[in-house]
């Protein structure tokens, strides 16, 4: 079976789920995104084609380039302009109050997901839940922001921040969390996703480009995109690795891109002088 990654531009309007479906119709195999985009955000969308879905542990961690606008002063029930305002009349920080409070984010914090999210609550999505007026009870997660640099207010109490992070962290979370770190309120106006792990936004495509004549021409091969080093076998040892049997190895203990003859086979574990293929994608 084919299989590899293609890079999506997603864009504003559209779910993640719609975007996918342009992959089904033009590749006929099974996909799945490497972490959602809102419909109200746009941008890279990694999408895994055939067996590459079985990377999606591998993939979906990985750091993630945003460029956000952020409007002060009101408050959304979904935390984005496409909810309805729930908290207005707050004041609009300086761009001065708003870089030091951006620094203040920089590392890891516990961060409350939104109500309105795909968060499992007792097996329901948290979204399921708010838009049924019910109580919604979510725990604080631990994320990573890297980075965050104000851009610029593009109007008055709306501002433009680049935001370097950890996979799992929300925008919008962080949109309400700055601006109570300024005093006041705030709502994610805009998102579009510029990196996803190797995935750029200059090199990404519309979903809408994909036909059943040129998907293959920009499926990106899985091996390209996993940042992990090489680990080759030949002959015996591949038949045995092949049927589950660790063979012995001198690699240092770790995961690797695991190569059978020459060809992409899937990852392995090294451990303890044992290799063992760990995620198979032939």
Known sequence: MESGILNLNKPEGMSSARAV???????????GHMGTLDPLASGVLPVAVGN????????????????ALFAFGSETDT????????????????????????ASFVGEYDQMPPAYSAKSVNGVRAYTLARQGKEVTLTPKRVRVDALELLGEEREGIFSVRIVCGGGTYIRSLARDIAAQCGTVGYMAALVRERS?????????????????????????PDA????????????????????????SSAADGLYKLYLDGAFYGTAQVQQG???ARTKLV
């Open 21 to 31: 479906s342009f992959v089904k119709r033009a590749t006929g195999l099974a996909c």
């Open 79 to 102: 935390l984005d302009r496409a909810g309805e305002v729930v908290k207005s009349g707050g004041r609009i920080p300086s761009a001065a109050e708003l870089t030091e409070a951006l």
């Open 225 to 248: 995109v996993l940042d992990l080093p090489r680990f080759d076998l030949a002959d015996a040892e591949a038949a045995w690795c092949k049927n589950g049997v660790p063979v012995p």
């Open 52 to 67: 590459a879905t079985r990377l999606f542990d591998y993939l979906l961690t990985k750091q993630k380039v945003y460029r």
């Open 274 to 276: 044992k290799a063992r």
């Open 197 to 221: 792990g190797p995935f750029l936004l200059e090199k990404s495509i519309p979903p809408d480009a994909l036909t059943k004549e040129n998907w293959r021409s920009v499926l990106i091969p």
